[in-house]
């Protein structure tokens, strides 16, 4: 009897150093253009940086002295891999008009570049700004989770390259895959669970300021400059 496949992946931000290098393999195997992600790395910065750290005290003023919590800034750095989610319920394949969105039976959801008509729709509805208009052809793009190479039993590219094992993908049918047992064993967070489209892309360790829509974004340069052709 065929196992049932349903492909996933978990995010382990704990792991996450930012490194980028699964934006930059992600690039190089799809060839996206430049301007527009398939994935890319969400950056925020988060804490406190006191006003008197940056300010200068005369060296003979006795009274001078910074209070502690004053003197030293408290910064963290967060790294949010962003990618499509393939959802069980995918939106944004509901208003496509001719079709050219779909999802596979393995869980992929797919675009269909012989019949997209570059209408944007699709990228509209989605709830987590992951698609895009390459500047090429108008067709609209997004992860497909490296279907070509998945279907060749090869993970894809981006969790392939990532130096921390920090993207974890496979069968989560399967009991025996990591990625299932990751999702029985760690407190797991999604995207926008408010939305209902339940993705099928999990992260651990999620800060809900990262997750935040509005925060971060001013750092993702996403294809505007194209935009203004």
């Not at 935040?212 to 974004?217: E, N, R």
Request: proline content about 8%; glycine content about 6%.
């Amino acid at each position: 009897m065929k196992q049932e496949v349903k492909w996933g992946m978990v995010i382990d931000l704990k792991r996450c150093v930012g490194c980028f290098a699964c934006q930059v393999a992600c690039k190089a195997e799809h060839e996206t253009p430049l301007g527009v992600w398939r994935i890319w790395v969400k950056t925020i910065q988060k804490g406190t940086y006191p006003e008197m750290a940056t300010l200068s005290l005369p060296w003979d003023c006795p009274y001078c002295e910074r209070p502690e919590e004053a003197r030293y800034p408290r910064m963290s750095v967060l790294f949010l891999p962003w990618l499509c989610n393939h959802c069980d319920r995918p939106i944004c394949n509901t208003v496509c008009p001719v079709g050219a969105a779909y999802k596979r039976e393995d869980g992929i959801v797919m675009i269909d570049p012989h019949r997209c008509i570059g209408c944007n729709y699709c990228r509209a509805a989605c709830p987590y700004n992951v698609r895009f208009s390459n500047p090429i052809t108008g067709m609209i793009q997004k992860c497909d989770f490296c279907a070509h190479r998945v279907d060749s039993g090869l993970p894809p590219a981006c969790v392939e390259v990532c130096p921390t094992n920090a993207m974890v993908f496979g069968n989560l049918k399967d009991p025996s895959s990591k990625v299932a047992q990751l999702l029985s064993k760690e407190k797991i967070q999604v995207l926008k669970k408010e939305m209902a489209t339940y993705p099928n892309v999990y992260y651990i360790g999620l800060d809900k300021d990262i997750a935040d829509p509005l925060k971060g974004w001013e750092k993702h340069y996403y294809h505007k400059e194209f935009e203004k052709l």
